[in-house]
């Protein structure tokens, strides 16, 4: 987010600013002085909100790379054919590719903190698509009729 406006104070403002420290008591503060103290403090906690939300991201990608291709598979082993055809549909139309063998042939470069976003929500949408399909599944065998909002595609009441 880019802020309304450029850092430092932008008011005339005067006056002293009142402030009770845990250590020394009252304090009292010239108010331009207390508006770049919090300045300040804002820009550090963005800094610390930046590195944290980018050392997230990256931890999701660190552990995705470090499961072995047996694991890897795990992860989807468990998603019907439904499920897997969703996921590999919204990946081509993600990466605007139409045929499939083109996904091995063609290069994208991107950043790891874009990467680990991209992971990130297909996690997501897997997740949130595997869900719905096991809901079907156990309205199926419970006998209770599906919602039609949440039909598997190409599934008619």
């Not at 610390?48 to 291709?69: D, F, H, T």
């Not at 042939?105 to 869900?131: D, F, P």
């Amino acid at each position: 987010d880019i802020p309304d406006y450029a850092p430092g104070t932008q008011k005339n403002v005067s006056g002293e600013v009142i402030r009770w420290n845990n250590i020394s008591g009252l304090e009292r503060m010239d108010a331009k002085k207390y508006i770049e103290i919090l300045e300040a403090e804002i820009e550090e906690l963005n800094r610390q909100v930046g590195r944290q939300s980018s050392n997230a991201q990256n931890e999701l990608l660190e552990y995705l790379k470090s499961l072995e291709p047996r694991n890897l598979k795990d992860l989807t082993s468990s998603a019907g054919e439904d499920v897997v055809f969703a996921m590999n549909t919204f990946i081509k139309r993600l990466l605007a590719v139409a045929d499939p063998s083109q996904m091995k042939t063609s290069v994208t470069e991107t950043s790891a903190s874009e990467l680990a976003k991209l992971l990130y929500w297909l996690m997501v949408v897997g997740y949130s698509i595997r869900n719905i399909e096991v809901r079907y599944d156990m309205e199926r065998v419970l006998g209770t009729p599906p919602k039609l909002a949440e039909l598997p595609p190409g599934e008619n009441v």
